[in-house]
């Protein structure tokens, strides 16, 4: 008689095979849903569209995404949330400033691995005014999560409204960066833009009289 009891490896190699599966299946939707934003609008393509475009029921679509919004900027977030576990792994040591420079460049690094594929969802979001906020506030609602991990983790910081400051301005250098980089007809390197914005950034803070009220 044949054992069919399961080993734990079994089970997670078909796990593996099921997630395989299931990034296959957002994959496809991700490239037809994009197509059909670009070619028509976003407003005017449908779930249905999506869905017959792949084939599936809506129903079946929405065992993946559960929106149009979130096949178009759900990368972003998951980018986004990739630089926050970097940040929890970094030394407890390092500064406010080091620590958010060393992440912004991490998540720089992944936006640029991606370009073609943010640069289209960038062109998508920017000519949908009711995702064009949509697309921005992404970026600014993980200050917050960023804020707690260097409060929570960094040794130095101590004064959460310093870092909430400091995270917001980071952010600000970050996001005026990718349009840049995204508008620029040649594929430039956001690493080096990004420390551009940030080491002007860091020189406007060192001369005295900057910040200072009078």
């Not at 000519?127 to 609602?141: D, N």
């Not at 990004?194 to 860091?202: G, H, K, M």
Request: charge should be negative; hydrophobic fraction near 40%; include cysteine.
């Amino acid at each position: 008689m044949k054992d069919t009891t399961s080993s734990p490896l079994d089970e997670s190699q078909q796990m593996s095979l099921r997630e395989r599966k299931k990034r296959l299946a957002q994959t496809t939707i991700e490239e037809a849903a994009l197509r059909l934003f670009q070619q028509q609008g976003y407003e005017q393509t449908s779930i249905q569209d999506i869905a017959d475009a792949v084939m599936m029921s809506p129903r079946t679509f929405f065992r993946y995404f559960a929106s149009k919004e979130e096949v178009l900027l759900g990368p972003m977030r998951t980018v986004l949330s990739d630089g926050i576990r970097s940040l929890q792994r970094m030394a407890s040591t390092e500064s406010p400033q080091v620590a958010l420079r060393a992440i912004l460049e991490f998540l720089a690094s992944r936006y640029q691995q991606q370009r073609a594929s943010f640069l289209l969802r960038y062109q998508v979001a920017v000519q949908t005014p009711s995702i064009a906020s949509i697309y921005i506030y992404v970026l600014m609602e993980i200050e917050p999560a960023i804020c707690d991990a260097l409060c929570s983790h960094l040794e130095t910081a101590t004064n959460r409204n310093t870092i909430r400051f400091l995270v917001a301005v980071y952010m600000a250098a970050f996001r005026v960066a990718i349009e840049e980089w995204l508008e620029q007809e040649t594929q430039g390197v956001l690493v080096s833009l990004l420390r551009e914005y940030l080491d002007s950034f860091a020189s406007l803070s060192d001369t005295p009289s900057t910040f200072k009220t009078p």
